[in-house]
């Protein structure tokens, strides 16, 4: 038997293991209670930035299920954004629905479409799943600019303002804050569950997991769909806030990228990895662009940043906030001896 | 010994393009025994047994269990029905800790469905103590030695609560201290009434722990019967050791008849 483990199950490192959770809980909880005031203080600009900020998190929770929990690396969650966005718009302006009803029926026509596309789709393994969800997002995209007739085509949707325009503000700033909190229930609950424990299993190997009694494709179909519906809630939220819906604008494959990204900077296959990696994300890009004399280098400067973060801490900085690895430069290094290709 | 049969294959063929990896084997399986399974390399016992469980399908033949025809049933129906299986090239859940490990075969396995996740912990826990790797539960799998790793495919095999056990080389790699204490695992893991196939190439473990030997070469059956007529069997000897072997040991046999 290795040694080196023996340490982690004396009661003294569990303890210190409770103890560190509890206080990473306590910051986590502290900082929600601060972003649950900060409307009283910030200004609009940062209000903004932060409703941003929240439908990134949010989608990132979602791509958290299937690619951080499940190991499927959907390349194409755009898609669900898209499709939230769309649905939210045309119910609203061809149903006449309120917006809390067309929200869902946004919501549930992504996680339809997941589901739909999933059956097949989710066969695949690797770079072939990479590649089949890129290119289904960008059928989507494709599909809404030139459907006219349904969608409006390249003239994009127009939407009614929120309403009093005062409190429009707070409003999106709320809701995307709600969906967040949602966002982090929901993977705290599934991950305690059986759904949760499938999920790990089929990431760690998915002929063992399917010997053991999974339904693995029902699993993942389930991981696509939920990853869906929060990309589809934050797609309708982003709809209405924007009040114009424009298919090369929600159907942009930057935004999948941004919730990758958020992800696993901040720890995939965690339940606060990808909260905390759209924070990190978001505010150094709104740093670089708006704040620091830095001109057009700004992408530069957060690509190196980005690299650097994936060389030193590639399961994310939540490896570090969990207590798992130490921040010191014997572990940063210690890293890149492990990760070696 | 009980001849209630369990499990059956009736030519179970599998082809990989025009080559028959399997090749028409009748197979019988009697609840409570412990049968082994032997042949040399590349004859077809790994792919007999992904035919049988789920994960490959079968080109012809059916494959019945108690009574029930699950041929080309998908691996976690056979799972879920009461079948379970180790893999020869381990195959644990490295990002997952022991416990959690083995809990995913008492949450999804033979009983799964009328367990929680804390009952299927719970059970975890009782299956770690019957394998002795009880004070290993919260190590992550892959901090365990290959000993211990062919130890937890098996404990995760058997929170599945089987009735019948496919064993795949559990004891390829291990020393010899380590194959006795598998061969005792064996036994006890049959005397509490589980049937096993166990997939095998340390000949001590097969002659010491088996009830009967099925033998396959070329993808078909060369021999069965008891442990001592099948690794006494010239057809076997040759199979594994050569045409060459077979001779000197007639020779042998025939300088020095019966003392």
Redesign the interface.
């Known amino acids: 038997?290795?040694k080196?483990?023996e340490l982690?199950?004396s009661p003294q490192a569990?303890s210190k293991k409770v103890a560190r959770q509890k206080v990473l809980l306590g910051l986590v909880g502290a900082f929600v209670v601060l972003l649950a005031v900060l409307p009283l203080f910030a200004s609009g600009f940062w209000m903004r930035t932060l409703t941003l900020l929240f439908l990134l998190a949010a989608m990132a929770e979602g791509w958290n299920f299937i690619g951080g929990y499940t190991g499927y690396a959907a390349f194409g969650n755009v898609a669900f954004f898209g499709i939230g966005a769309y649905g939210t718009a045309l119910s609203m302006l061809r149903l006449h629905f309120p917006f809390f009803l067309a929200l869902l029926v946004g919501a549930a026509a992504a996680m339809l479409f997941a589901v739909l596309v999933g059956l097949p789709v989710l066969r695949l393994k690797g770079h072939y799943f990479a590649i089949a969800t890129v290119a289904l997002a960008t059928g989507v995209g494709e599909v809404a600019d030139f459907w006219t007739d349904f969608t409006g085509g390249a003239a994009g949707l127009t939407l009614p303002f929120f309403h009093p325009i005062q409190l429009s503000n707070y409003f999106f700033y709320y809701i995307a804050f709600v969906l967040v909190l949602f966002g982090l229930g929901l993977t705290y609950f599934i991950m305690?569950?059986?759904l949760g424990?499938?999920w790990?299993?089929i990431?760690?190997?998915e002929?063992?997991?399917?010997?053991?009694?999974?339904?693995?494709t029902w699993s993942k179909v389930v991981a696509f769909a939920l990853s869906a519906l929060m990309a589809g809630l934050a797609g309708g939220i982003y709809a209405y806030w924007n009040t114009f819906v424009l298919a090369e604008e929600v159907f942009k494959i930057e935004y999948t990228l941004q919730m990758i990204l958020a992800t696993v900077l901040g720890g995939p296959?965690t339940v606060f990895g990808p909260f905390i990696g759209a924070f990190i994300y978001y505010i150094l890009i709104t740093l670089l662009v708006f704040f620091l004399p830095v001109g057009q280098l700004h992408a530069t400067i957060l690509g190196l940043i980005i690299i650097l973060v994936m060389v030193f801490t590639p399961q994310g900085v939540m490896d570090f906030l969990s207590g798992r690895k130490r921040l010191t430069l014997s572990a940063l290094l210690e890293n890149i001896r492990t990760h070696k290709v | 010994m009980n001849q209630e049969v369990i499990f059956e294959t009736q030519g179970i063929t599998k082809y990989f393009g025009g080559l028959a990896a399997v090749d028409n084997v009748d197979m019988k399986i009697h609840k409570g025994e412990i049968l082994g399974l032997i042949g040399p390399n590349g004859a077809g016992k790994t792919t007999f047994v992904n035919t049988i469980?789920?994960?490959l399908r079968p080109t012809r033949g059916r494959v019945i269990f108690k009574g029930q025809d699950i041929t080309g049933w998908?691996?976690?129906r056979?799972?879920?029905l009461g079948i379970?299986?180790t893999?020869q090239i381990v195959?644990?859940?490295?990002?997952?800790t022991v416990r959690?490990n083995v809990?995913?075969?008492a949450?999804?396995?033979?009983k799964?469905k009328t367990r929680t996740?804390r009952q299927?912990l719970e059970k975890a826990d009782e299956v770690l103590e019957f394998v002795e790797m009880g004070?290993?539960r919260?190590?992550?799998a892959d901090?365990?030695?290959l000993a211990?790793l062919k130890r937890l495919e098996l404990a995760?095999?058997l929170a599945?609560e089987p009735e019948l056990l496919f064993l795949d080389e559990v004891m390829a790699g291990l020393n010899s201290r380590e194959i006795e204490e598998a061969m005792e695992m064996i036994r006890k893991i049959n005397a509490s009434g589980v049937t096993l196939l166990i997939i095998e190439h340390v000949m001590k473990a097969i002659a010491g722990v088996t009830h009967r030997v099925f033998v396959l070469n070329f993808g078909t059956e060369l021999a069965q019967g008891s442990p001592e007529e099948v690794l006494n069997d010239p057809r076997v000897i040759q199979a594994y050791l050569g045409e060459k072997f077979v001779e000197r040991q007639r020779r042998m046999q025939q300088a020095s008849p019966q003392q």
């Open positions: 038997m290795k080196s483990g982690q199950n569990a305690k569950r059986k424990y499938s790990l299993a990431r760690e190997d002929d063992a997991a399917k010997m053991m009694g999974i339904n693995t296959g | 469980t789920g994960m998908p691996a976690y056979v799972g879920r379970a299986r893999f195959k644990p859940f490295l990002g997952m959690e809990a995913v075969g949450m999804f396995g033979h799964g996740t299927a004070h290993l919260n190590h992550f901090q365990l030695t211990y995760k095999a599945m």
